[in-house]
Every structure is written in C-alpha cells, then in structure tokens.
C-alpha cells in the first residue's frame, strides 16, 4: 500500500494514468487519506461536478492486513449533495484487494471531454483504462454479471448504477460483498456522482498473486488480534445482538425510546414497527432458509457478522439483509411495515446505485408534499422506478430530500447541509442531533453514534431526551470516529471498545505493532482530531458558517411524541462542539 | 400613509386584521421598511414558507404624493429562492394607491391551518379579507378580469398566478399598470412563493375618497419636482432612448461592448441581436400601431415612459413592451431570435406570475442541460407551459436556475446566491460582477447599476474590461439604489442624477420639502448605508458569509468571447464593497 494511482481524465489523447509513492500522503488511510487529499488538492470553492473535484477512494490504515473487522473502505470528494467535503465509508471486498494490489488510493481526476464511459482495470500487472459504452446505464447487478464474463470470479468491484451516470446527488458508489454482488455501500453525499462526472462506470480489481500485508511487529500484533477478536465476541452487541438480529435489532429498541422517526419525522413511534424489527426479520428469513439467510459478514475477516442475505417469497436472492437505517427509510419514516417491499426496495437502490437513507428521507418528503400516501409501499416502489429510469419526477427525487422539498414547495425537510437525517429522532435522541449539526458530512448517524450512551447504554449513560451532556458525548464520538474510519476498521468495533478498556487497547495495540511505531490511545484521539479538523476548514473555505451547524428550525418548535419533547442543545453549546 | 396593516393568517377562527400606527416604523418607505421590517421581525434561519416569514409590501416614502417618478414600490421577505433577505421592486398602480389609503405597509404574517386560497380587498373603509377558492390556479390575466367584474375599473391590484400558488421559488408578484392590467412584477427572488404560502391570491385597492398625499412644504416642493422633472426630459437616456427605444435600446450596446451574456453565458455576442434589438422591437411595435404602442408609462406620473405595448401580429394585445433584461432571458440568453416568441413568453410569465429573468436563464440551463436546443423558440415555449402547469419537470424549472441545475446534473449555472444573473455577463461588465457578487440580494442588476459607468458613459466612465474601481463604483452605486429604493422612485432617474447636479439636488429637495426634515445628499447616503447593513446583518444571521458574495467559479476561468476576459476582481477586492 505504497502507492497512488492518479488518473487525470482531462488529459489530451484520453485518460493519463500514473503510479507514484505515497509520499507525502504516506501512512494515510481510509478518511484520513481521503480527507488530507480533498483538503490539500481539491478548490473549496469549485463545483463538485467540474473537473477541479476529485474523487479519492481509499482502503483503511490495516486493511489488507491479517486484522480483524478491517475492511472499510473510504471514498472521499467534494459533495454534490452538501456542498462541502464528504468521506462516504463502505464495507465490501475491495478495501482488502485494492490493499493487497499496494494502492493507498485511487484519485479520479479532471473530467473527460465527451461523454465515453470508462471502466478500469487494476491487477498486479498494473492498470489499463478504457471505454466501454456498451455498459452505459447498466444497473450494478447487470453491470457485475458483464464484470464476471469479462474478468472471472476472482474479482471485486467498485461501480456506479444509472443514478450515478445521471449525476445524482444521492448516487453512491457500489462495493461488491463475498459473493460478488453490488450490496455495500458508499452511500451519503452523491459520491456515486462524482464518479459519475469523471466518466467512470466501474473499477474491477483482481488481487491474484499478491499477498496480504503483514505487521511490522508480527508477534504483537497476532496477540493483540487476538485479544480484540475475543472482546468483539463477549460483547453482548457485537457478540449476540448484532450476529443474531443484524443492525435492524434497532427497530424495536428506536421506537420503545420513542425516537424512531415516523412519516416524515412527524412522530417518535410507528404502530407498524413489530412487522419490521429485527427479529421478524431474521424470523423471516431464516424461515425462507438459503445460504448466509440470517447470519453473514459483508467482507472477509469479519468476526461480527451483523448482515444476512434476503430471500424472497419463492426462495430467490432478493438482497442482502436490509440494514436497519434502510428498513427505517423505507419503512417507518414512510408509513410503510411491509419487509418484503422494503427488501425490494433495497434492491433497487443498490442496482439503481442510491444512499438507501437520501431515498427514503426523499420519498417521505414527496409524501408530504402530497406525491404519493403515507403507507403506500407501491406508490413508494413506482417512485423509486422513476428515478432509476431518470424521469422528470426522478430526477427530482434523485437529487435528495433538499431539492424534493424545494420543487414541492414543503417546509418540513429533515436535512442539515442538505443531508437528509437517519433514522434517529434528534428530539428523542439528542446527542444524535448534536452529531446531525455538527458533523462536516451533514446528517449523519455513523460520524458520532451517540445512540451508543443515548439509548444503549453503552460507554455510559446519558439522558437522550435532555441537552446535558450531548456535546461532549458527540464530540467524543465524533472524534474517536474519524479515526476508526482512517484505520479502516468496521464502526461497530465501537460497541466493545467505549465497554472494555482492554478491547481499546488491543485495537491501539494492533495499529502500533501493525506500523512499527509506539501508538498510544492519545495519537488516536490525535489522529480523530487532525482529520475533523482539516474537514471544518475545508468546509469553512467552502463558505460553511457555525449557522451551517444547526437543525431546521422546526426541531426546536415542533412537538414530538410520544416524549413532547423538542430539540434542547442551543445553539451556543453546538459551537462548543469543536472546542477541544 | 401613517398605518401598517398587519393580517395574522395563522389566528384561530381565521385571519385577523390589524390596524396600527407605523409607530417606530414611521417615516420609512419602500425597501427601508420592507427590510427594517424583515430584519427586526423574522427569525433569520426560519423556512421561507414557514408561518415565520412575513410578506411586506411597501409603497415608497414619496408614493402616492405629486413627485414625478414615485410609483415604485416594495416587496420584502426572507426568499425561498436566496434563503437571505429580499427586496423585489415594482413599477404600476398600487404603490400609489396603497399610500393614499394611508398604509405604509401591508404585512402578512403566519399561514393558514388549510389550503383557502384568500383575497383581501382595501378601500377608504378598510380592508375585507374573505375565501375565494374560485381562484384558485387562475392566471393573473383572468384573476384580473374576475376583480374588475366584482369591484369595478378603479381598482390595483397585487395579485399572484399559479407559481405563486404552487410555491415556486421563482414566481412573482404582479402589480396592475394603468391599463389594468397585470403586466409589472416585483419578480425576483420568489416573493409570489411566500404570498402563496400565506394563502393570499390578490390584494384589490380601491382609494375611491382618498386624496393625493401632500408635501408639508408645498412651495419647495413644487419648484423642486419641476426641475427634477426638467433635469429627466434633458438627459439622453431619460429624455430620448429610453422614451423611444424602451430599457431594450440596450441590446444592441450590450452586443456591441461584448457583455450579452449568449447561450447560458457562454458568448458575449449573439448573431440574432439585431432581430431582437430595441429598435427592430419599436419599429414592429409602431408599424403595428395600437394605443401606447412603442411610448407608454407604467403608472400615473411617469415622465419617462419607457414602456410601450406589444400587439401580436394580428393587433390584438399581447403584452406590454418587453424589456431588456426579458427579451435577453427568453431571447439571446437561449439562441432564440423571435421578437414575437419572446414577447409570448413575457405574456405566460406575466400570466403564470413569474420572473423573467430568473425563468429564461432557467430555460438556458435546462437547454444546456440538454432538455432542448439553444435557439428552439417553440420549445422555450412549451417549456414555459410545463411551468404554468406544474408538470414535474414545470416543478423543476419553476424553482429557478439553481435547482435546475441540481437536477440535471448542470455545472455552468450563472447564480450568486442561487438567484440567476441578468443581462450583462460580469466578464465583460466587471462592476456589475461586483454587483452580482455583493449585494444581499443574489445577482442583481438593479442592486447597483454599474453598466452606467461601464457601459454607457452616465456618471463616469471605469474601464469595462478590468478589475480597477469597480469595488468603489458598484459600493456607490448600491448605497444610492438602496435610497433610491425607499423612496418610491424609479431606478431611472438614477441616469439624470448621476450627471446632473442640480437634478441630484432637486431629488434631494424634493424628499426634503415632502417630509418638512432639512434633507441632505449626506442624508441620502446615510439612508442607503443603513439599509444595506441591516440586509447584510440578516444574511449573516442566516448563515451567509463573504463565501456567498462570491460569482461562480467558472466566471473566473473561463474566458469570454469577444474580448477574451475573464472576472477580474480579487475575492479581497470584493470583501471591501462594504467597507465604506
């Protein structure tokens, strides 16, 4: 991983392709490179469409290595949808292979001068780019299967469906999973746009004959594995709930808090959540039987196993297990209990290459908007059909909950820096909202999960409902985070880690005796902190203010229940946020 | 004019009407009261459409009164177009006739608990609010039509069309001229889409019983309005071109300087200009022939009489003149050449409610966008008709250039504060650029008429082409039109007193003798100065910073055709604009 391959679309005669070291950018991984990247070479200012942005894809500080839950990949721009920087995060294979084949990262660059579709290919020979028309529009599904035909198995890929050839701000980029499917993510902020504008369709990577990277310190580190391995396991999250249930164990925990959104963030509860939950569907779908049904992990290496894979009625793959921010997005936030069409409509977002969260949010404001009925699971289905046919209507909704609000003319848009929330009521759940406001990303539930002491009872207590303690909660938590999304560590590993002190050390043990160099807790804590803080200033020189860091209005004015509560943290608390 | 009218549309029971003093208020007009009124009473980071915003609607502070010019009047509120605070401007009858009911300003406030769609009628015995839902998506031509059968011929109305009903962000408000007809708008930053949300279609006057407003020094009055007038009727512009030609004599200046934005802003000449030029347009006009053909004015006490009357080819009334910045939008701004198409399109936007401006450098962006062809006449048109029918993609284009962009994936979108700029591309104009930039109203034109200097040789002459003194130009410029502004008068009399003195002073004299205050040109300034610091200061507490008065990227790197320039003035040159 000591290499970077540029890849200047710009360039006269066609797309320039160079590999160079790291150099500056050494040691760098995951968000941390992404973010020093953008920060460093990207004009804050530019259009994220035009050739000035870049788009960097970037595997974790240890993946391709032998340690655990390290396979998150990071994918870093300019983003379309907020306007400031983004660092989208996925699971997947590609994070180890791209590791393996010695790239720290992958910087799209420039913009091609006519509309030819590209697609790349990188194995130990080294990387051929070229045009491949005949791939236009392909959802991912159909896209991988023409991969597989064209390169065999032994491939993982990184794609864009149509939504990101139409240029989308809730396009993502597809990471392709064990089985070769498109299921994991690099969802929030319309990276899948950015690819898209670089004129790229697809990166196959083929990792034969390379090896995986070893630790510096190989006895250390194979003992601090172990150790972490062991604390992910007794962990009763990481241990029973996630593997047994998946993420959607949520459901049910979210609307007993009464901060499970509902239609549109108008309610704290949904009747209809005993129909979604977690365990009706690992219920489900261990009924319907089939490999990996309840039980799986997105990548190898992965002792958690929080995901499972969907079977529909007549016993054929529909989709991976539906995480429980999708089943939310499509489910409760629309009205909707009905996991089947929730399962489809998951499928159709990772062929159409859609953040599951952007298009859920979207549907729900439409719904408000009175495009469609709250509850109506095929009026919500034919809605996601038009954007990945790119109507009039879709497009409008591809664009993301923000632009839907403006053309429909509705004033309730869950959004900060145009972002739409996640499924966390940040009236009920208040150190959540401190993360919504404050994070560089815009709304985001994964860059400081204050759910954890919120609602959990993980890493402490603290009362979700009331603004006391929410920002040095999510300041922690933001700041723990950024660097376990550079290290390229799966989040989750966060369950065991705010619990076991020894698990936080096993990890900041691995990470040193992986480099060779003394690490300690505070170089952690110091890495978290350097990458937040080359996102504010890249996000300040964008032209974001503190008045960027705030709810909409209505989450300070608007009643929720079941708790008839209103967002509390003022605005001079959020300020404090990044005072450390 | 010493009454608000106040109409709370959220009270219990239905709206409630108040009628007050203008108490701390007093004394102010125009866009003074509309943005004293904005800045002191609306949350900054409210919901454009919430029950938050306030609609205003000022008639100038020497409105109503005998002053030659002083029919101008204002429109403020936070804009669903910018997200800052908004002054749309209007020429017509109300202004007039609001003031000699007595009101200095109609304030709505708060929205309806249900889609009524209201009407409000003012006379000597006060005002009358009722449910109309017979209204409902009515053009402002039938609405118009339907108010004159029901009150009668001597009534203005301000009224709004489907676009304001629809809450698009780029619908206006229309004002009746003296024909009755609803042909002026304050058209710019989606003023008709916070009437809409306030769920009022039209405001009828009446001032059957009321009299013309009078000076309290009547002698000093009368002498200084008669040399103001003297000093209009001398000036080139005022007394010649603008009468004969109308504001479209600029086409032809404006192609021969090289600053016609062409194609989306992609040329500074366009090869049709002559076939759209003022003076082809007056000679259609007056072969033609009809009432007020090519010499018209707006409303009652308008010496220059810029306007004039569109007939189509077979005589019948299609419109009034167009004017220069419409005939740009729907003409040379989309390749188009047709005098008759454009003046139809001005008709729609007239009809639909909707801003000129913003709606044709919409149409460029959908056309860059690839949704019709530069130069496509009939598809402009259909284009427009999706808009009046609120099909989804007349939703799109509806909410203005920015949005446009958004969904079609558009990178070049001549926006500052996501409000399309007018007719002069600020490459090749570089004071107007300042202007675009800076003023808190989103690229504007009439902020601070740097084309003066730049351009036309009025009030000095500051080399077009290069960044040197257009900071200090468009500073001095937009601290006058911000006076100009509350006064109630025209815009156009700005050409007569920039060159002459003793016309400035007659101005000066006139507002002094109005109000029996000793006034001076410092007086005047000072004005100015506070107005545009209380925009600025509700900006930023909106959230907007110097990142915002900024121009588009691409303006500073793409070069323009003929003169081969691109956008001079530094970022830090644009900073000091307000530093005075």
Redesign the interface.
Known sequence: MDNILRINMSAKGGPEITIKPADTYAGLGGRAMTSTVIADEV?A???P??E?NKLVIAPGMLSGSPAAMSGRISVGCKS?LTGGIKEANSGGQPSQVLARLGYAAIVLEGKPADDSLYKIFINKDGVKISVDNSLRMLGNYDLIDKMKAEYGDNIACISIGPAGE????AASIAFTDMELRPTRHAGRGGVG?VM??KGVKVIVLDDTGMSMRQPQNPEKFKAANKVFVEGLRKHPVTGQGLPAYGTNILTNVLNEAGGYPTMNFRYGQFAGAAKISGETQAALENSRGGEGAATHGCHRGCVIRCSGTFYDKNGRFLTKQPEYETVWAHGGNCGIDDLDAIAQMDRMDDDFGLDTIEMGATIAVAMEGGIARFGDAAAAISLLQEVGKG???G??LG?GAG?TG????V?RVPVVKNQSMPAYDPRAVQGIGVTYATTPMGADHTAGYAVTANVLGVGGNVNALKPEGQVELSRNLQIATAAIDASGMCLFVAFAILDQPDTFQALVDIIGAFTGQETTADDIIALGKSILTRERDFNA???F?S??D?L???FKKEVLTPHQVTFGVSDNELDQVFNW
């Open positions: 004009p200012t530019c259009h469409l035009s000035d379309p139409m240029k989308m701000a746009a898209g504008s109507t009039y209507l497009r409008i664009n632009v403006k053309v429909f003319g004033e020189r964008a032209g203010s008045k960027d705030r909409p209005d209505y």
